[in-house]
């Protein structure tokens, strides 16, 4: 059975401090599910997902043009509703073709090699070895424990001691959907210890939130380091999980497109198509087409 097709393989890790929900937000990438128990990972654990990547996946849609005549009466009073196409007439016509407009773009997909390493100090010196060769990296801490927070910075100086220079790091503020619950019982009590320590992000506006690292704050954390981008997720909910791996993988497509990796080279963290994939099987049927038009001699 062959295996589905990828144009080229990343090597991403995930890296943080334990409890993090560093496993969580791989199995909810790679199998689309929540477990709330997961032992602690020793060493390294493995996933992967095909994703695809570059237009015309990754082209925004062009935005709809308000239209001049009045929305149809049909219940919906809202006057932003969209025209509604009248019943009965064609479809419109499509504008011909112009000889020289070239084809859209072949989508292209990339398999992501997910590296879902221990945050505890105990395996710390272990894991460093995984950071070699990656070529992307998600930089996970705890929205509800500034501690986990204020040490992304240590670990950002070893990823950039091992990795390859290029390597493209995306912050993510994980537990997004404890940030709003609010214990039972607890109601006042929370919200009137956040206020007498004088902690704004204890509150954000909600009473018994449990956020203790703004938004505003990781953001600017990214910005001074230089860090692609800062995505707030929730492995039990799944909120912006795709989100924060495919920040990762459209920046390593455009640095492949940008010459950046040498695709035979190991090191680099990321690997060209293989003899499984589409685009070999396409070179191999046209190979054979060739042939057989050749006839034999």
Same mark, same amino acid.
């Given at each position: 059975?062959?295996?589905?097709?990828?144009?080229?393989?990343?090597?991403?890790?995930?890296?943080?401090?334990?409890?993090?929900?560093?496993?969580?937000?791989?199995?909810?990438?790679?199998?689309?599910?929540?477990?709330?128990?997961?032992?602690?990972?020793?060493?390294?654990?493995?996933?992967?997902?095909?994703?695809?990547?570059?237009?015309?996946?990754?082209?925004?849609?062009?935005?709809?043009?308000?239209?001049?005549?009045?929305?149809?009466?049909?219940?919906?009073?809202?006057?932003?509703?969209?025209?509604?196409?009248?019943?009965?007439?064609?479809?419109?016509?499509?504008?011909?073709?112009?000889?020289?407009?070239?084809?859209?773009?072949?989508?292209?997909?990339?398999?992501?090699?997910?590296?879902?390493?221990?945050?505890?100090?105990?395996?710390?010196?272990?894991?460093?070895?995984?950071?070699?060769?990656?070529?992307?990296?998600?930089?996970?801490?705890?929205?509800?424990?500034?501690?986990?927070?204020?040490?992304?910075?240590?670990?950002?100086?070893?990823?950039?001691?091992?990795?390859?220079?290029?390597?493209?790091?995306?912050?993510?503020?994980?537990? $997004?959907?404890?940030?709003?619950?609010?214990?039972? =019982?607890?109601?006042?009590? &929370? *919200? !009137? #210890?956040?206020?007498?320590?004088?902690?704004?992000?204890?509150?954000?506006?909600?009473?018994?939130?449990?956020?203790?690292?703004?938004?505003?704050?990781?953001?600017?954390?990214?910005?001074?380091?230089?860090?692609?981008?800062?995505?707030?997720?929730?492995?039990?909910?799944?909120?912006?999980?795709?989100?924060?791996?495919?920040?990762?993988?459209?920046?390593?497509?455009?640095?492949?497109?940008?010459?950046?990796?040498? $695709?035979?080279?190991?090191?680099?963290?990321?690997? =060209?198509?293989?003899?499984? &994939? *589409? !685009? #070999?099987?396409?070179?191999?049927?046209?190979?054979?087409?060739?042939?057989?038009?050749?006839?034999?001699?």
């Amino acid at each position: 059975m062959s295996s589905p097709p990828w144009d080229y393989i990343a090597k991403l890790v995930c890296i943080g401090d334990s409890g993090c929900g560093k496993s969580s937000l791989t199995i909810r990438l790679c199998e689309g599910r929540f477990s709330a128990q997961h032992d602690v990972t020793i060493g390294v654990e493995f996933g992967s997902r095909i994703v695809p990547v570059g237009p015309p996946h990754s082209t925004p849609k062009p935005p709809q043009l308000a239209s001049s005549q009045p929305a149809e009466h049909s219940g919906d009073s809202s006057a932003d509703a969209p025209a509604r196409k009248p019943e009965g007439l064609p479809t419109p016509r499509t504008t011909p073709k112009d000889k020289d407009q070239q084809d859209p773009p072949e989508q292209k997909h990339m398999k992501l090699s997910l590296w879902d390493t221990a945050g505890q100090e105990t395996y710390k010196s272990v894991t460093r070895s995984y950071f070699r060769g990656a070529s992307g990296a998600l930089l996970v801490f705890d929205i509800t424990r500034k501690q986990t927070f204020l040490h992304v910075t240590d670990w950002l100086n070893d990823l950039r001691q091992i990795a390859e220079p290029d390597i493209v790091v995306v912050l993510v503020g994980n537990k $997004l959907d404890r940030a709003s619950e609010t214990p039972e =019982g607890e109601e006042d009590d &929370t *919200a !009137a #210890a956040s206020k007498s320590n004088g902690n704004p992000n204890r509150d954000d506006g909600k009473t018994g939130h449990r956020r203790e690292v703004s938004r505003a704050e990781a953001e600017a954390w990214a910005k001074q380091n230089g860090v692609l981008h800062y995505v707030e997720t929730s492995a039990k909910s799944g909120e912006n999980v795709e989100a924060a791996f495919m920040n990762v993988a459209e920046r390593i497509f455009e640095n492949i497109n940008a010459g950046k990796y040498d $695709l035979n080279d190991r090191r680099s963290g990321v690997k =060209g198509p293989g003899p499984g &994939t *589409a !685009a #070999a099987r396409s070179v191999q049927l046209s190979n054979q087409k060739k042939a057989a038009a050749g006839g034999c001699c």
